[in-house]
């Protein structure tokens, strides 16, 4: 519309030069429907707010009548009066007679939503033209303090902001709908021939103790470093996006049927070296090797065409360094709607910063650990973030780690699904060499080593879904590959890995 018709119960039209989308029909009519019936609000409330109107009057009788409404009063046009009597906009209107005007001019009940998402949707445009306008102001004035880059970063976050308005709460929904969704799930799994309901990590054993990477999870991944974390998280990732296939759900969307599109949140590493430990382990060429570049013509021909093969790998890196928890979760609400997303992995939670509110480390860890619970519901997706263990592991005998040896250990303990600890024993054992004049202290080492020799555990230390344990991995520490253990049934050599 290029002009503003506003209802006149005087007969005459009020003519306002504007070109901002509204519908002041609609809004009369809806409001005309609540007056009328009060039940009929709470099936738009979820949608609209006082806001959301263009004209300023029927934003006001809204939030009257919505007050009145939650305190189970009755909002009708005798009751808003005494509130609104003295309103100058709604005495330009005709007064009180305009609340009465309104309640004969309302909507069928059933339309009602339609309606609301009517109003709501225009808000938004109009939302996108003051951004618009804002972000044209800004930059046609060339300042000292203002840089373009500066810019384009708040113009994003204000779309992200108002992309955010509006995603309405589920709310309660029927066991029937639950049950149905769990059905579905547990279908899911069977027609994998009794395999897993989630997404595979890739590492047999692993898959069998988790089930897989379920939806709407939060997964951490803590060891002490030199342990293996990032590894694993790595070999994860690339595994879940080598075996992305695309094709129709059960539910007759379109998505993915195995694998999944991955992001990669790398706070401490760059892409990169992120990208090079990948190379290393789809190549099979020494990390070591290959940041030399001390590769002969059959290495590097495996090298080039490891990276071919991986250039249609949908795995996303973002090393954008202390990223605060609004912006991973607004980029990772990006990466979903641009090119989907399965599966969040951030490396690591303790370089990951809070709002900033928070008055010690404590509360700006459990802030970060529910941002990304908050974060695997609402894109439902499995989030598996990295975490650090404290130092208190290398003053006991025993090295596994507990749960107890999460770093602020309270928030990120309550709000993970399931918690789990990479551990290679070979790491502390190789620093327990005895010396070379104690032959027989020497020799039992070795005799340990060789039995430890490339291979790890994963300690799973909670699990809401399922049991905890452990579970043997291989380790070959110059590729930075963790793999399924040869068990003694499947080869005489109890020892062998692949």
Same mark, same amino acid.
């Given at each position: 519309?290029?002009?503003?018709?506003a209802f006149n119960p005087t007969g005459a039209e009020i003519q306002q030069p504007e070109t901002m989308p509204h519908s002041i029909e609609a !809004? +009369?009519?809806?409001?005309?429907?609540?007056?009328?019936?009060?039940?009929?609000?709470?099936?738009?409330?979820?949608?609209?707010?006082? $806001?959301?109107? &263009?004209?300023?009057?029927? =934003?006001?009788?809204?939030?009257?009548?919505?007050?009145?409404?939650?305190?189970?009063?009755?909002?009708?046009?005798?009751?808003?009066?005494?509130?609104? #009597?003295?309103?100058?906009?709604?005495?330009?209107?005709?007064?009180?007679?305009?609340?009465?005007?309104?309640?004969?001019?309302?909507?069928?009940?059933?339309?009602?939503?339609?309606? /609301? $998402?009517?109003?709501?949707?225009?808000?938004?445009?109009?939302?996108?033209?003051?951004?618009?306008?804002?972000?044209?102001?800004? =930059?046609?004035?060339?300042?000292?303090?203002?840089?373009?880059?500066? $810019?384009?970063?708040?113009?994003?976050?204000?779309?992200?902001?108002?992309?955010?308005?509006?995603?309405?709460?589920?709310?309660?929904?029927?066991?029937?709908?639950?049950?149905?969704?769990?059905?579905?799930?547990?279908?899911?799994?069977?027609?994998?021939?009794?395999?897993?309901?989630?997404?595979?990590?890739?590492?047999?054993?692993?898959?069998?103790?988790?089930?897989?990477?379920?939806?709407?999870?939060?997964?951490?991944? /803590?060891?002490?470093?030199?342990?293996?974390?990032?590894?694993?998280?790595?070999?994860?990732?690339f595994n879940v996006a080598k075996a992305y296939k695309r094709g129709i759900l059960p539910d007759g969307t379109e998505g993915a049927v195995e694998?999944?599109?991955?992001?990669?949140?790398?706070?401490?590493?760059?892409?990169? $070296?992120?990208?090079?430990?990948?190379?290393?382990?789809?190549?099979?060429?020494?990390?070591?090797?290959?940041?030399q570049g001390d590769m002969d013509e059959v290495e590097f021909r495996r090298f080039v065409e490891a990276a071919k093969a991986l250039e249609a790998?949908?795995?996303?890196?973002?090393?954008?360094?202390?990223?605060?928890?609004?912006?991973?979760?607004?980029?990772?609400?990006?990466?979903?709607?641009?090119?989907?997303?399965?599966?969040?992995?951030?490396?690591?939670?303790?370089?990951?910063?809070?709002?900033?509110?928070? !008055?010690?480390?404590?509360?700006?860890?459990?802030?970060?650990?529910?941002?990304?619970? =908050?974060?695997?519901?609402?894109?439902?997706?499995?989030?598996?973030?990295?975490?650090?263990?404290?130092?208190?592991? !290398?003053?006991?005998?025993?090295?596994?780690? +507990?749960?107890?040896? %999460?770093?602020?250990?309270?928030?990120?303990?309550?709000?993970?699904?399931?918690?789990?600890?990479?551990?290679? #024993?070979?790491?502390?054992?190789?620093?327990?060499?005895?010396?070379?004049?104690? %032959?027989?202290?020497?020799?039992? @080492?070795?005799?340990?080593?060789?039995?430890?020799?490339?291979?790890?555990?994963?300690?799973?230390?909670?699990?809401?879904?399922?049991?905890?344990?452990?579970? /043997?991995?291989?380790?070959?520490?110059?590729?930075?590959?963790?793999?399924?253990?040869?068990?003694? @049934?499947?080869?005489?050599?109890?020892? #062998?890995? &692949?």
């Amino acid at each position: 519309m290029n002009e503003i018709t506003a209802f006149n119960p005087t007969g005459a039209e009020i003519q306002q030069p504007e070109t901002m989308p509204h519908s002041i029909e609609a !809004e +009369q009519q809806l409001l005309g429907a609540i007056l009328t019936n009060n039940d009929v609000y709470d099936r738009v409330a979820s949608i609209i707010g006082p $806001q959301h109107f &263009y004209e300023p009057v029927h =934003a006001r009788i809204f939030e009257v009548a919505a007050a009145r409404i939650a305190k189970n009063n009755l909002a009708s046009p005798v009751t808003l009066k005494a509130f609104l #009597e003295d309103d100058e906009g709604l005495k330009e209107l005709g007064g009180p007679r305009y609340l009465a005007t309104l309640a004969g001019s309302a909507v069928a009940s059933f339309a009602i939503r339609d309606y /609301a $998402q009517m109003i709501y949707d225009l808000a938004v445009r109009r939302d996108l033209i003051l951004l618009g306008r804002d972000i044209s102001a800004k =930059a046609t004035k060339v300042e000292i303090g203002s840089e373009p880059k500066e $810019q384009i970063v708040e113009a994003e976050q204000a779309l992200y902001k108002l992309a955010e308005q509006g995603q309405s709460e589920s709310g309660f929904q029927s066991f029937l709908k639950a049950v149905t969704e769990a059905v579905n799930v547990a279908n899911a799994a069977y027609q994998r021939d009794g395999g897993l309901a989630g997404i595979s990590t890739g590492l047999t054993d692993l898959d069998n103790k988790l089930g897989g990477l379920h939806k709407s999870d939060l997964l951490i991944l /803590a060891g002490r470093p030199s342990m293996g974390k990032t590894s694993l998280a790595t070999n994860i990732a690339f595994n879940v996006a080598k075996a992305y296939k695309r094709g129709i759900l059960p539910d007759g969307t379109e998505g993915a049927v195995e694998g999944g599109v991955v992001g990669f949140y790398s706070l401490e590493m760059s892409a990169e $070296q992120l990208a090079g430990r990948i190379l290393a382990e789809a190549s099979e060429i020494s990390s070591h090797k290959i940041r030399q570049g001390d590769m002969d013509e059959v290495e590097f021909r495996r090298f080039v065409e490891a990276a071919k093969a991986l250039e249609a790998c949908p795995l996303f890196i973002d090393d954008t360094p202390a990223l605060p928890i609004s912006q991973l979760a607004a980029r990772a609400r990006r990466l979903k709607r641009t090119h989907g997303l399965d599966v969040l992995i951030i490396d690591y939670l303790q370089l990951v910063r809070g709002t900033g509110r928070s !008055e010690n480390r404590v509360n700006e860890i459990s802030e970060i650990t529910m941002g990304m619970k =908050a974060i695997a519901k609402e894109l439902n997706i499995p989030v598996i973030a990295l975490s650090q263990l404290s130092r208190q592991v !290398e003053n006991r005998e025993d090295k596994r780690p +507990q749960l107890s040896d %999460l770093r602020e250990s309270g928030s990120i303990e309550q709000d993970a699904d399931a918690v789990m600890f990479v551990f290679r #024993e070979e790491y502390y054992k190789e620093r327990e060499k005895p010396g070379d004049h104690d %032959l027989d202290a020497m020799a039992r @080492w070795q005799d340990e080593m060789s039995h430890l020799h490339g291979k790890a555990e994963v300690v799973i230390g909670k699990q809401r879904h399922g049991p905890i344990g452990t579970v /043997a991995l291989s380790f070959e520490a110059q590729f930075t590959r963790f793999g399924n253990l040869v068990k003694p @049934w499947q080869s005489n050599n109890s020892s #062998e890995e &692949y």
